[in-house]
């Protein structure tokens, strides 16, 4: 249920809540500043902007921004993704077929393979493309001039960016979480765009419980409207989103069943720790990966869970939330 990444129905519904401008996106002020000065001035000049790389935790609205830039340029927007491009002709057809002043937006732009990496080097800085023809000591190199595009590339993880593409990116820019007021005013938003009526109370209790990110607070937003409709009268009250989020075992942290696992296995199991991430993923009967993506960056963030060089540990408030009694501190964990 809090999971920040989001399945292809969920991005279909996603579609109907997204700002369509700079001026209606809510939170991430510095960079909506920085970003509208890069439009406005490309714009004055009557060019194409310099590239644009977005960088962030997933959920933040590192894809509306690149629907918002096309849209603040009158640019039409293409749109693919790192792991859908696994050879450097995939990415120069691509690229062979871009108009003047369109907007090409890479999803997930870490992923793409090697070869495409270094084409779009060249296609980046100098707009040109050389495709191959013909294969082994008879094949040739046709340099092919391309129109001035700008390239939106979006990545979960920068730092598995290589340098010569990550240098490539005129303006760079790191999304934040948002802070309570900010998710309250996107949920009053959506709920607008809903057609549901949303108690100002009903839209602090989900915001505080949606991890400082949208997707989680839209998607929390649609299963207290649900609750409203089948068991209430219709309305958002603060009662429906507290009875809605304890269906859901969402708790007044945000936390859900995976993470609450998560601690219970820590605290009880291991007596806080520390232990490793293998044996705390069977101890809560799921994947390491999914253990180490999707639980364990809001339980370090929140100060629940600590990583140390001999494991996993439960913090202090970890203990607290469930309503159990840390052990005195034997040494020192992060040493």
């Known amino acids: 249920m809090v999971r920040p990444a989001a399945d292809e129905?969920?991005?279909v519904a996603e579609a109907a809540l997204r700002p369509r401008r700079l001026d209606e996106f809510v939170g991430q002020r510095v960079v909506r500043d920085q970003l509208s000065l890069v439009l406005q001035a490309a714009l004055g000049r009557g060019r194409a902007p310099d590239h644009v790389l977005l960088s962030g935790p997933p959920g933040l609205g590192k894809t509306t921004l690149a629907m918002i830039i096309a849209a603040e340029l009158g640019a039409s927007l293409r749109i693919t993704s790192g792991?859908?491009?696994q050879?450097?002709?995939?990415?120069a057809a691509v690229l062979s077929s871009l108009e003047e002043g369109e907007v090409l937006f890479l999803d997930e732009i870490h992923r793409l393979a090697r070869p495409a990496e270094e084409l779009l080097y060249v296609a980046m800085e100098d707009f040109r493309v050389d495709v191959v023809v013909g294969k082994g000591a008879g094949a040739s190199a046709i340099p092919l001039t391309l129109p001035p595009f700008t390239v939106v590339g979006a990545t979960t993880r920068a730092g598995l960016l290589p340098a010569p593409l990550r240098d490539r990116f005129g303006f760079t820019a790191h999304l934040d979480f948002y802070s309570?007021?900010?998710l309250e005013r996107v949920l009053v938003r959506s709920a607008g765009l809903l057609g549901v009526e949303l108690d100002a109370r009903a839209a602090g209790e989900i915001a505080s419980r949606s991890r400082g990110t949208p997707r989680i607070a839209n998607r929390l937003l649609r299963r207290v409207r649900d609750w409203?409709?089948?068991r209430g009268d219709g309305r958002l009250s603060l009662d429906a989103a507290r009875a809605a989020l304890e269906v859901y075992e969402v708790d007044d942290?945000?936390?859900?069943?995976l993470d609450r696992s998560v601690l219970d296995a820590l605290c009880r199991r291991f007596g806080g720790g520390p232990v490793g991430l293998t044996t705390l993923a069977v101890a809560v009967g799921e994947e390491p990966e999914t253990v180490e993506t999707v639980a364990e960056p809001?339980?370090?963030r929140e100060g629940l869970v600590g990583r140390t060089p001999r494991g996993r540990v439960a913090l202090p408030p970890a203990w607290e939330h469930l309503g159990l009694t840390a052990p005195a501190p034997t040494g020192t964990l992060f040493g």
């Open 83 to 85: 792991p859908a491009i």
């Open 180 to 182: 309570d007021d900010e």
């Open 87 to 91: 050879h450097a002709g995939d990415l």
């Open 228 to 230: 409203a409709q089948v």
């Open 253 to 257: 942290r945000g936390l859900d069943r």
């Open 9 to 11: 129905p969920e991005r």
């Open 298 to 300: 809001f339980l370090v």
